[in-house]
Nanobody, 128 residues
Framework: QVQLVESGGGLVRPGGSLRLSCTVS????????MAWFRQDPGKEREFVAA????????YYADSTKGRFTISRDNAKNTAFLQMNSLKPEDTAIYYC?????????????????????WGQGTQVTVSS
């Protein structure tokens, strides 16, 4: 059984930083495209960032490009999301996702339905 466990969320002031982690078990981590999404109550799940299996290619939403960095440590079965210059509008539950479904090309990595496995989410609140 594949499990994704996120950690690292919390309360941070505007302009601050947080680093989220997502540890995967039950699957060969290096065979998985990894991604982060976020969701506010009442809104659709929003793409944040994605990483290819090797980490050699990364993809970002326009709203996070230049502030967030996705990375991965295949030896530790863990993906990371470094979030800098945080803004109140970054407040959301952040979800880790893994494994692209067959037929989805990199151009479609921004779609939540492209991913097979999901974590339980971690709350990030940006507030003064």
């Amino acid at each position: 059984q594949v499990q994704l466990v996120e950690s690292g969320g919390g309360l941070v002031r505007p302009g601050g930083s947080l680093r989220l982690s997502c540890t995967v078990s039950g699957s060969t981590f290096s065979s998985n495209t990894m991604a982060w999404f976020r969701q506010d109550p009442g809104k659709e799940r929003e793409f944040v960032a994605a990483s290819s299996r090797t980490g050699g290619s990364t993809y970002y939403a326009d709203s996070t490009k230049g502030r967030f960095t996705i990375s991965r440590d295949n030896a530790k079965n863990t993906a990371f999301l470094q979030m800098n210059s945080l803004k109140p509008e970054d407040t959301a539950i952040y979800y880790c996702a893994a494994r692209i479904r067959p037929g989805y090309t990199p151009a479609l990595y921004t779609i939540a339905n492209a991913y097979v496995y999901w974590g339980q989410g971690t709350q990030v609140t940006v507030s003064s």
